[in-house]
């Protein structure tokens, strides 16, 4: 069924969404605490992931949809999902992707600490009251 090799694409696609959110989603969660608190909880996840060698479940999802549709392995997605899976399953080590996810939870503390210290951007980031707003 098509139905199959359509959702395992979109799967894909929305692994790679979530990447790339987990990416720089502080220069959005700076200015919006609902962004902030799903981006850090994000990130949290994919830490224990790759720390406890846990298995991503949009991974499981998108393996699944794609035995669903090709039980014998012969799944062949789409020209772009092709491409896309070359990102998101990039072929390292598995202690260098550890090491590029803390890297990555680092540089995104590193970008909400300079924001808070600078009385941060957005509502509930500031740690200075302004004094205009005071009265």
Not at 29 to 40: D, L, Q, T
């Amino acid at each position: 069924m098509k139905i199959y090799v359509y959702s395992a694409d979109f799967v894909v696609f929305i692994h790679l969404l979530w990447i790339l959110f987990l990416i720089s989603g502080a220069y959005w969660g700076v200015r919006h605490k609902a962004v902030r608190i799903i981006h850090i909880l994000g990130l949290g996840y994919a830490f224990i992931v790759n720390l406890f060698d846990f298995y991503c479940p949009l991974t499981r999802l998108e393996t699944w949809l794609e035995y669903k549709y090709s039980p014998s392995g012969a799944y062949a997605g789409s020209f772009i999902t092709h491409y896309m899976d070359k990102i998101i399953y990039i072929d390292l080590p598995d202690w260098a992707i550890f090491l590029l996810t803390a890297a990555l939870c680092a540089f995104n503390a590193w970008v909400y600490l300079k924001r808070w210290r600078r009385g941060g951007a957005g509502r509930g980031l500031s740690r200075r009251k302004n004094i205009l707003n005071a009265k």
